[in-house]
């Protein structure tokens, strides 16, 4: 599975490694991406989500309601 994250569509973005010599080198800068089981209270059941770090932060604010809501509002499952 990609390391994308389903609430703000965090992606790895690319740049170059740099080398004490000065070489340059591609790279990959992966987002932080965890695997979390939240309970939805308006549907009786745990979804599991695949977030950043910083959607975990977003969803402690907004509410699982919410984030939800923006999940499939960009189209994806939950």
């Not at 609430?7 to 740099?18: C, D, E, H, S």
């Not at 991406?33 to 939805?40: A, T």
Request: with cysteine; charged share 30%.
């Amino acid at each position: 599975m990609s390391a994308h994250c389903q609430l703000t569509g965090a992606q790895p973005g690319f740049g170059k490694k740099i080398s004490h010599s000065h070489r340059r080198t591609s790279r990959r800068f992966d987002p932080n991406i965890q695997n979390k089981r939240y309970w939805l209270p308006s549907e009786g059941r745990h979804v599991r989500l695949r977030l950043s770090a910083r959607a975990i932060k977003a969803v402690d604010a907004i509410g699982i309601e919410a984030a939800v809501a923006r999940i499939r509002a960009r189209g994806e499952r939950v």
